[in-house]
């Protein structure tokens, strides 16, 4: 059986790897090493050159399929300099591992490959459960999208991901929809404006027009656990400079969907607003959809949602209370006042939110399968400088998931 050690050291050398969007083909090699080591097959899938996703999969007679995810990449950890230890170093010091990828989500990751390691070794269980770790999930969930569409959740009764997640299990999420809009005009001297076609003026008037159709619309529809759509515009571009008339202008805007007004609704409108713009005299504006992620609604009271919360319980310091005490000493300061409604008696429930996960790929045209996200780490330390995990519940973790497995699969606990 894995010691905990092993699993320290798992999740030390994963972080040690930088796969800062890309480069997750060395930290797929690296799993598939440990894998192998433990007499567990598994599968690399290219991306390109320098990625990979891994498939791996541990069966014990007939029975329910789960999958067990997590991404490979991270994002990128800014000046070094900033960092109180090199980013990719894995220092631990005071019980608390540093690094990025600590909290998002390598940890998770780590925790999920020690449990299906367990699971090999111990037994106890019957049916199938898939490790699925994937490319470029903070870049538009890449990975999860090619494996996907080439059937890796085929035959899956449930997905768990490991993401820092930790105060609830997560069921559903809001999908996330990215475009570009474009418009294109006319060059001309500022003095002259007429000689020319001001592509700002227009993507003004189809930004007016977009944002009050979607207001619309979403006012329309809700979902009564995941609220409404939401959109903005983020990003603007135009012009090259003050004295002359602009050719080019865009912006680019995100939108959080619901399934009752969801990414590709969203998108009908935007392109019916871009076609009455372009029946318009001097009007071309183009747009383009840049990632696409649904939103995810699944069953809160699912077998799986309640293994996890069984397993929670049945360990004191994965209780919420308990989490919000080991998160404060690992940051050195309280942050029981900026986690709202957490007590002693906080139980772990489930819950929703307006982040995406993988699931938006792995889960699109799949109704009935069962979600759960939850996984250690600081959450409000993912994408930050300093980031990191408390040891202590990187290998909690590590241990609920072979229970949760077994309680999922077989009714019992580990």
Request: proline fraction near 5%; hydrophobic fraction near 40%; include cysteine.
């Amino acid at each position: 059986m894995m010691t905990s050690e092993e699993c320290v050291r798992i999740l030390r050398e994963l972080v040690r790897i930088d796969t800062v969007n890309g480069n997750e083909r060395a930290a797929a090699e690296y799993l598939k090493s440990v894998l192998a080591e433990h007499g567990i097959d598994s599968t690399l899938i290219p991306y390109n050159d320098d990625r990979a996703s891994l498939v791996a999969e541990v069966s014990n007679g007939s029975g329910k399929t789960i999958a067990i995810s997590g991404h490979l990449d991270v994002v990128s950890p800014g000046d070094p300099s900033d960092w109180s230890h090199d980013p990719f170093s894995g220092d631990i010091e005071d019980g608390v591992m540093w690094g990025r990828g600590t909290t998002d989500m390598k940890s998770g990751l780590a925790a999920l490959v020690a449990a299906l390691i367990e699971l090999k070794e111990g037994g106890g269980f019957s049916g199938t459960v898939r490790l699925i770790a994937t490319v470029g999930e903070e870049v538009g969930e890449l990975g999860s999208a090619q494996l996907a569409r080439e059937g890796v959740m085929d035959g899956v009764d449930a997905l768990l991901i490991g993401e820092p997640n930790n105060f609830g299990v997560m069921y559903a999420h809001k999908g996330s929809l990215n475009y570009r809009l474009v418009s294109k005009g006319t060059a001309a001297h500022a003095s002259t404006p007429e000689l020319g076609s001001n592509a700002i003026d227009h993507l003004v008037d189809a930004m007016r027009l977009v944002s009050e159709r979607v207001e619309r619309a979403a006012a329309r529809a809700s979902n009564p656990v995941l609220g409404s759509t939401f959109h903005n515009v983020t990003l603007m571009r135009g012009g090259v400079q003050i004295n002359s008339i602009p050719d080019h202008a865009e912006y680019e805007a995100n939108a959080r969907t619901i399934p009752e007004y969801d990414n590709a609704a969203l998108m009908n409108d935007v392109r019916a607003v871009v076609d009455e713009l372009n029946q318009r005299e001097g009007f071309e504006i183009s747009v383009e959809v840049t990632a696409d992620q649904p939103p995810v609604q699944s069953n809160p009271d699912s077998e799986l949602i309640q293994a996890v919360i069984e397993t929670a319980q049945s360990m004191e310091s994965l209780h919420p209370w308990s989490i919000v005490k080991s998160m404060s000493e690992a940051l050195g300061e309280d942050v029981s006042g900026i986690i709202p409604g957490i007590t002693p008696e906080t139980v772990l429930a489930p819950v929703t939110a307006s982040g995406t996960t993988d699931a938006a790929q792995f889960l699109h045209g799949r109704p009935g399968v069962d979600l759960a996200v939850w996984g250690p780490g600081l959450p409000m330390l993912s994408h930050k400088i300093d980031e990191r995990v408390p040891v202590a519940q990187y290998l909690d973790f590590a241990k609920a998931y072979s229970m949760v497995l077994r309680r999922y699969l077989a009714g019992v606990e580990a």
